[in-house]
């Protein structure tokens, strides 16, 4: 599916995605968002956390900005 819209920047800077797009990616309320710059353009996706250690996305605990899921913590605090 290929969506595309013109949208003006507010006063702080904020743009409205539309509704169509949040319900395509199942973004809803309070989500979190990954932005980044790429090849000039401004690419918005869906935040995905994984553990930095194995990847895993459930049972994470955030640490200084990073991930870790229980079974890695649980593997440095025996090591
Ligand atoms: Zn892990």
Do not use: W
């Not at 006063?11 to 968002?33: H, S, Y």
């Not at 932005?35 to 956390?49: L, M, N, P, W, Y």
Request: glycine fraction near 6%; hydrophobic fraction near 35%.
């Amino acid at each position: 599916m290929f969506f595309k819209c013109y949208k003006k920047i507010d006063a702080l800077g904020r743009v409205q995605i539309p509704k169509e797009f949040r319900r395509e990616l199942e973004l809803g309320e309070n989500d979190d968002i990954l932005i980044e710059i790429s090849d000039g353009r401004i690419v918005i996706s869906k935040a995905v956390q994984n553990c930095v250690f194995c990847g895993e996305s459930d049972g994470l605990t955030e640490f200084h900005d990073k991930f870790v899921c229980k079974n890695c913590i649980k593997i440095l605090n025996t090591t």
